[in-house]
């Protein structure tokens, strides 16, 4: 199938795909070639993106999946492909997110997003 993975600012992924695997508010699942048509809520995790025999991990802070006529249209939020997860400099931005004194939700909710990552990365390297 067609896959293609877009944020507002940029294209993370556009080629053919074998597997689809992503997070909604039920649970992980994976699209495959031929499935049928569906529209899935998508929430903070990671997608990977099964092509050719490789795997392309990514992880976003949520969005959509629409799929059609053997297209998969994802349109995702912050996305951050693995290679370009940079630990160290996230652990620097979560700990002045958690310095600041007075907590806010978008700090928060920043700050496990941030954790997410590092937790992904970790796990690949």
Request: hydrophobic share 40%.
């Given at each position: 199938?067609?896959?293609?993975?877009?944020?507002?600012?940029?294209?993370?992924?556009?080629?053919?795909?074998?597997?689809?695997?992503?997070?909604?508010?039920?649970?992980?699942?994976?699209?495959?070639?031929?499935?049928?048509?569906?529209?899935?809520?998508?929430?903070?995790?990671?997608?990977r993106?099964?092509?050719?025999?490789?795997?392309?991990?990514?992880?976003?802070?949520?969005?959509?999946?629409?799929?059609?006529?053997g297209?998969?249209?994802?349109?995702?939020?912050?996305?951050?492909?693995?290679?370009?997860?940079?630990?160290?400099?996230?652990?620097?931005?979560?700990?002045?997110?958690?310095?600041?004194g007075?907590?806010?939700?978008?700090?928060?909710?920043?700050?496990?997003?941030?954790?997410?990552?590092?937790?992904?990365?970790?796990?690949?390297?």
């Amino acid at each position: 199938m067609q896959c293609i993975v877009r944020s507002v600012d940029r294209t993370v992924f556009e080629g053919e795909a074998d597997r689809i695997v992503a997070r909604t508010p039920h649970g992980e699942f994976a699209v495959l070639n031929g499935h049928a048509p569906l529209v899935a809520v998508l929430v903070p995790g990671v997608i990977r993106v099964h092509a050719s025999g490789t795997e392309q991990v990514l992880v976003t802070q949520g969005g959509t999946l629409e799929l059609a006529n053997g297209e998969a249209m994802l349109l995702v939020e912050r996305p951050y492909p693995l290679e370009e997860i940079d630990t160290a400099a996230l652990r620097e931005e979560i700990d002045a997110l958690r310095n600041q004194g007075e907590s806010e939700d978008a700090d928060a909710r920043e700050a496990e997003y941030l954790e997410l990552l590092c937790r992904v990365k970790e796990s690949h390297d």
